[in-house]
């Protein structure tokens, strides 16, 4: 994670990771949560999602914990990159808890999006 100071906002880059077990799913929500921790209040986050694979059998954890996470740290989030299945869970989860999906292809159309939102 990096925090862009100019900006105001975390920019997480998740790792290639697959996530097959509900213990997978805690242990990556865990090294979210240290380090979003660092930076002690709720920020505006952009998250690469990179080569992150969720598999069937474990996506209500990982949808539980991306809500928790993003309860905890985040004022707005915006999303980019991802595989499509990735992608689809997260405009998904959205529509069901009544929250902005900001799924973008790219990170220069995330930010820019947080930033057109923030004039709002």
């Known amino acids: ?29 865990t090294e979210i949560d240290r380090e979003l921790a660092k930076l002690g209040k709720k920020v505006d986050i952009i998250v690469d999602l990179g080569d992150l694979v969720v598999r069937p059998a474990v996506v209500r954890a990982y949808d539980d914990e991306r809500q928790k996470l993003f309860a905890a740290y ?18 998904t989860s959205s529509t069901l808890h009544g929250q902005a999906a ?6 220069e159309d995330a930010r820019a999006a947080l930033l057109q939102d923030r004039k709002r």
Request: positive net charge.
């Open 74 to 91: 985040a004022l707005r989030a915006y999303r980019y990159h991802g595989s499509g299945l990735v992608r689809t869970r997260i405009l």
């Open 1 to 29: 994670m990096t925090y862009d100071a100019e900006h105001a906002f975390a920019h997480v880059q998740y790792k290639p990771l697959v996530l097959e077990s509900v213990a997978d799913v805690r242990a990556f929500a």
């Open 102 to 107: 900001n799924v973008f292809a790219t990170f």
